[in-house]
């Protein structure tokens, strides 16, 4: 019975390998074992508006300095039609310099008058994406090789859509991850677990809109908390369970999110931690 479940696992794990989580070009750590991921959100663009240009700007100058292995939006990338111009004149920044990248979908980005998949369509025609071949599942994995042992997959990158408003009248705000979403996670920890000989492959996750735990962590006078919170996180009203998901699974160190202009920390939770990027929108949506 256990060689047969170990055999189903492992027949699992290369069929999402092979068709769940393709990416076009490999991440690895470098020989002194470090890798570096840079986190632009709430871009906030408008195509054609002087008020845009600082978010440029900023955006270049990070990439100057820091030199990223790969490079995440955390969603709100545009802010005002036309989306594809816009959305194309942001990536730019990122393909001009041949870095890898992907992008997750705010609540916006599909306001300026292209859906989600008309986008994510638009943005497979950049250079450097790292996206999968289709929009049919906005949530994906990318894999980072070990510097060692280049078939190792020594971390994941958890990267998902978290929607845009509740589906529900009577349910004000925003959207929440799914049951699907959060059993598609579950799949792909298990799977990577059982490739790693049972051990939890090291994790960090990317979306939008922050976790309901951002809220309770920040009201612990106990949890650790670094850096600025000037407002409440606009977390959904409805919590369906994606951090017990990630405590179960013991892979997810860390949670990175945007949504929340004015916040700019990272606090400590349950030893995940839950930070928020860097609103890197220039002047055209609310920031002090």
């Not at 292995?69 to 709100?76: L, M, N, P, Q, S």
């Not at 039609?81 to 870095?99: H, T």
Request: charged share 20%; hydrophobic share 40%; proline share 5%.
């Amino acid at each position: 019975m256990i060689r047969t479940l170990n055999f189903c696992l492992t027949l699992l794990a290369l069929f999402l390998t092979t068709f769940c989580m393709a990416q076009k070009s490999e991440l690895k750590f470098n020989k002194d074992g470090k890798f570096k991921i840079v986190q632009f959100t709430d871009v906030h663009f408008k195509y054609g508006n002087p008020a845009s240009d600082v978010a440029l700007e900023r955006i270049n100058q990070v990439l100057d300095a820091e030199q990223p292995d790969v490079v995440i939006f955390t969603g709100d990338v545009i802010y005002s039609a036309p989306a594809d111009s816009g959305m194309l004149k942001v990536l730019e920044q990122v393909s001009k310099r041949k870095l890898p990248f992907v992008v997750t979908f705010g609540n916006h980005d599909d306001e300026q008058g292209l859906t989600r998949t008309q986008l994510y369509d638009i943005i497979r025609t950049v250079p450097g994406n790292l996206m999968p071949g289709t929009a049919l599942s906005p949530d994906y994995v990318l894999t980072v090789k070990s510097s060692s042992d280049p078939k190792k997959d020594a971390a994941l990158l958890y990267c998902m859509d978290s929607h845009s408003y509740s589906p529900l009248k009577d349910v004000k705000g925003y959207n929440w991850l799914t049951f699907d979403q959060i059993n598609w996670y579950r799949q792909q920890s298990a799977a990577y677990k059982a490739q790693n000989g049972g051990q939890p492959v090291p994790a960090l996750a990317f979306f939008h809109i922050p976790l309901p735990e951002y809220h309770e962590a920040v009201r612990d006078e106990n949890a650790a908390l670094r850096g600025t919170r000037m407002e409440e996180a606009c977390s959904p009203r409805i919590n369906t369970g994606m951090f017990a998901a990630m405590k179960e699974a013991g892979d997810v160190m860390g949670v990175f999110v945007g949504h929340d202009h004015d916040n700019d920390y990272a606090v400590m939770w349950k030893n995940i931690l839950l930070a928020y990027g860097r609103y890197t929108g220039g002047n055209t949506v609310y920031n002090h």
